[in-house]
């Protein structure tokens, strides 16, 4: 049948739409196509195999509109196509009037009816996809459909993305480039994008493909738009159950560097869930992400994800140790030291989800530099933010705090002066953290305590103890009467008379906004083991304060008030003895 003869058999059809005799065979059949596409819609019987044949029909439509904008409509390889296309659509017409009518013989026959019709349009989207790709058609303005306006509704939004991928599917390079860009342009700038491409299904294999395309920037801006959709809890299934994992390991291993870098960032997002670490391990992907952290001319925006991928793969205990095996932990203890605040902060993580419950691991990090590492970051002098700083002083108390020689090292290095000048003149949150890890660390050694009582902790502590926030007041009378424990951290303490004066005021029971009064009476009660203490406390004007909680039944405050009229007492036995 000529192209004549369809259209005239076509325009006989009440079904479809008139068309002026101006318009050109190619603007008929988009007609066609669009009338075609609507009235599937109506139609109530076999709805899984009309959905098939409607995304068929989109994705034609959107080719034969692209069409439109080419030098080369009038190529007669065009015209038969087009021609074709009128003959298939008026089948279909022929037949979707069928089942809107019930009128069908057979539901059998008119299944076996549309399976061939949805081949046949399958057939003629090939075929346009070939004259793309043998360059007979030459585009004029390759992207016609502008992108809809924000909160435009969802059928304007499928209708844009179904045009883009179908671009994608067969147009040349440039026509494929140009449609990621846009696709990833719709959904950086609104998310709903993201659920239109998964509910479309297909155009997730699309990209997944064009992963291994030998062009580095159809490989970049396919890793873009599905690192984005990698962001969705919801969706990471969908792109592991399209085999994603493999092609975006293959783009880290050969791909252009913003390709790497793109894939790194999906491949984070992927293995935040754990269940994904083995398909990563399983392709190779834990060498070639070490392989791009140990690099170390590498571009931080690629070296921070890939350090993220192998933090979050860290937590499985096998890939653990071939990465400890690999040399992972000499690595990361170097990329510490980088200036990118990102790649400070994933391999410090990286580091403490490697030692994680494994003494031998955290003894290795301690032995080839970790500790003296941690410490530069946390230096206030450094340019790291607070968020490096916390993880740092996070990390260092999670690999140093349970080994004595761990915290002997960790004092070696500086680490009590360093927390210090925190404590002094960090900003409240810095200063917060600071004093929970001079907590934690009073608790681990002697030698913890002697060196921040010689430091000068114990004057900042006490200066928390008359601090607005009530947690805050807690832990530095915490932090204080752990290391007034120690003998010459006592004498170091006494020397100061408004040390015990603050003490015995915070004790006044009329005030509410005071320390906790047991941890209060505990210091000052092993203050008394030390004679200038003791005389001190006997003869302060607040002494007041802890007579009267004493007659309050509380017991601290009564064990306190023995022991100074014990010492007292005994005082002036050895006056009359000696006189």
């Keep these: 049948m000529g192209?004549?003869?369809?259209?005239?058999?076509?325009?006989?059809?009440?079904?479809?739409?008139?068309?002026?005799?101006?318009?050109?065979?190619?603007?008929?059949?988009?007609?066609?196509?669009s009338s075609l596409i609507s009235l599937s819609h109506s139609i109530k019987v076999?709805?899984?195999?009309?959905?098939?044949?409607?995304?068929?029909?989109?994705?034609?439509n959107s080719g034969l509109i692209a069409l439109e904008n080419c030098d080369s409509s009038e190529n007669p390889a065009i015209l038969g196509l087009i021609s074709g296309v009128m003959v298939t659509v008026k089948e279909c017409y022929d037949l979707a009037r069928r089942c809107v009518d019930l009128s069908y013989s057979g539901k059998l026959l008119m299944q076996s009816d549309l399976d061939v019709i949805s081949a046949k349009f399958d057939s003629h989207s090939k075929k346009l996809s070939e004259f793309y790709n043998a360059a007979i058609l030459t585009r004029g303005f390759a992207l016609v459909v502008s992108r809809p306006c924000v909160g435009a509704c969802k059928d304007d939004m499928r209708f844009y993305v179904r045009d883009l991928m179908t671009r994608m599917k067969i147009g040349d390079t440039e026509m494929k480039r140009q449609g990621l860009v846009n696709l990833h342009e719709a959904v950086v700038e609104d998310k709903k994008y993201v659920k239109v491409i998964v509910e479309l299904g297909d155009i997730v294999n699309v990209l997944v493909n064009f992963l291994d395309s030998p062009e580095a920037e159809i490989q970049e801006g396919a890793a873009k738009v599905l690192s984005v959709v990698a962001g969705f809890d919801s969706y990471k299934g969908i792109l592991i159950g399209?085999?994603?994992?493999?092609?975006?390991?293959?783009?880290?291993?050969?791909?252009?560097?913003?390709?790497k870098e793109a894939s790194a960032r999906c491949l984070q997002k992927l293995t935040e869930n754990s269940d994904n670490a083995w398909s990563v391990s399983a392709h190779g992907g834990v060498t070639a992400l070490l392989k791009i952290c140990a690099g170390g001319n590498r571009r931080t925006e690629l070296i921070g994800p890939a350090c993220g991928v192998l933090k979050n793969l860290a937590g499985v205990e096998e890939i653990r140790r071939f990465m400890v095996e690999e040399d992972a932990i000499s690595t990361f203890i170097k990329i510490v030291r980088s200036r990118d605040e990102v790649v400070v902060i994933n391999s410090i993580e990286f580091l403490q989800n490697i030692a994680s419950g494994d003494e031998l691991i955290r003894q290795m990090v301690v032995k080839e530099g970790g500790i003296r590492a941690l410490v530069r970051v946390v230096e206030p002098r450094s340019s790291c933010s607070f968020k490096a700083r916390e993880i740092a002083l996070r990390a260092i108390e999670n690999l140093c705090f349970s080994s004595t020689s761990s915290v002997g090292v960790l004092l070696n290095y500086g680490f009590v002066d360093q927390l210090l000048l925190l404590l002094r003149n960090g900003e409240v949150p810095i200063q917060e953290l600071a004093l929970k890890v001079a907590i934690r660390l009073c608790g681990t050694s002697e030698e913890a305590k002697k060196a921040m009582g010689q430091a000068g902790f114990m004057p900042e502590l006490v200066k928390f103890l008359d601090s607005k926030s009530f947690e805050v007041r807690e832990m530095a009378a915490e932090a204080l009467s752990g290391m007034v424990l120690v003998p010459k951290n006592r004498k170091i303490f006494v020397q100061d008379d408004r040390n015990i004066g603050l003490l015995l005021q915070l004790l006044d029971p009329e005030q509410e906004n005071s320390g906790n009064k047991k941890l209060l009476l505990s210091i000052l009660m092993s203050l008394t083991s030390c004679n200038s203490g003791r005389r001190k406390i006997a003869h302060s004007g607040y002494l007041k304060n802890v007579e009267k909680l004493a007659e309050a039944e509380v017991s601290d405050a009564k064990k306190l008030v023995r022991k100074l009229s014990t010492n007292r007492f005994r005082s002036l036995l050895s006056a009359f003895w000696h006189s």
Aim: proline share 6%; aromatic share 6%.
């Design 46 to 60: 076999f709805p899984v195999k009309w959905q098939m044949i409607r995304t068929k029909l989109e994705e034609l």
């Design 3 to 33: 192209e004549e003869e369809c259209h005239k058999e076509a325009k006989q059809d009440p079904n479809l739409p008139e068309s002026s005799a101006g318009n050109s065979s190619l603007r008929k059949a988009i007609d066609f196509l």
């Design 242 to 259: 399209a085999g994603s994992i493999a092609p975006l390991i293959r783009v880290l291993e050969c791909g252009s560097e913003f390709g």
